[in-house]
């Protein structure tokens, strides 16, 4: 399926193009192009729920299946399209039981949908209807905050990094895991007297 998504972003910016102001060839079709890709993603999204079902598949299929859906919904009322596009939502509408991510999706579809006046199939209004209401708190745009964990004084806690130190910037990107550099820094017990040099033997004294 990944392949296929990579035709579809391949080409999907030259639908904009008439066929004669295209820069593409003119035995090159990018609506041709991005079609048969999404039919061939539904097809084996199809298979694949057909044979394991869709509530624990992995997250990267939502996005594939969202980029397949606005082909689909662009090709409407194309008899494939409408085949495709129920079967898309169908299939997005399950996934949802699991990823939050696929209610958002359903979600932006149902308003792409609405903001370019495209009249949806009957049983792909009904999915959207549903899961609207059903996950109606959910909007495309908002930002899923991390859960606010309770504060705790803690006595053990690292103290701050100085500003001084030139790794800060790393610490805060890693998220705190600079701690590695003291770990790995020489020892305070080490010495000249007991440093050698590497691949040497220990003495008889050692």
């Given at each position: 399926?990944?392949?296929?998504?990579?035709?579809?972003?391949?080409?999907?910016?030259?639908?904009?193009?008439?066929?004669?102001?295209?820069?593409?060839?003119?035995?090159?079709?990018?609506r041709?192009?991005?079609?048969?890709?999404?039919?061939?993603?539904?097809?084996?999204?199809?298979?694949?729920?057909?044979?394991?079902?869709?509530?624990?598949?992995?997250?990267?299929a939502?996005?594939?299946?969202?980029?397949?859906?606005?082909?689909?919904?662009?090709?409407?009322?194309?008899?494939?399209?409408?085949?495709?596009?129920?079967?898309?939502?169908?299939?997005?509408?399950?996934?949802?039981?699991?990823?939050?991510?696929?209610?958002?999706?359903?979600?932006?579809?149902?308003?792409?949908?609405?903001?370019?006046?495209?009249?949806?199939?009957e049983?792909?209004?009904?999915?959207?209807?549903?899961?609207?209401?059903?996950?109606?708190?959910?909007?495309?745009?908002?930002?899923?905050?991390?859960?606010?964990?309770?504060?705790?004084?803690?006595?053990?806690?690292?103290?701050?990094?100085?500003?001084?130190?030139?790794?800060?910037?790393?610490?805060?990107?890693?998220?705190?895991?600079?701690q590695?550099?003291?770990?790995?820094?020489?020892?305070?017990?080490?010495?000249?007297?007991?440093?050698?040099?590497?691949?040497?033997?220990?003495?008889?004294?050692?």
């Amino acid at each position: 399926m990944f392949y296929q998504l990579l035709f579809i972003h391949l080409f999907r910016p030259f639908l904009k193009y008439k066929s004669t102001a295209s820069p593409l060839p003119s035995h090159v079709s990018p609506r041709k192009f991005c079609t048969h890709s999404a039919t061939t993603i539904s097809k084996v999204l199809r298979l694949y729920r057909r044979t394991y079902g869709l509530r624990q598949i992995v997250n990267l299929a939502v996005y594939i299946a969202h980029t397949a859906c606005t082909i689909h919904l662009l090709n409407l009322p194309d008899k494939n399209a409408v085949r495709d596009i129920v079967h898309g939502l169908r299939h997005l509408e399950e996934i949802a039981e699991g990823w939050l991510c696929a209610r958002k999706t359903l979600r932006i579809l149902s308003i792409s949908a609405s903001k370019w006046n495209i009249e949806l199939p009957e049983e792909a209004t009904r999915i959207l209807a549903r899961t609207d209401a059903r996950y109606a708190g959910f909007s495309p745009t908002e930002q899923i905050s991390p859960r606010q964990a309770p504060t705790k004084t803690n006595n053990h806690s690292r103290p701050p990094v100085p500003a001084s130190n030139k790794h800060g910037s790393w610490d805060a990107a890693a998220g705190g895991h600079g701690q590695m550099d003291s770990a790995m820094s020489t020892s305070p017990t080490s010495s000249a007297e007991t440093a050698r040099p590497f691949g040497s033997l220990p003495s008889a004294s050692e």
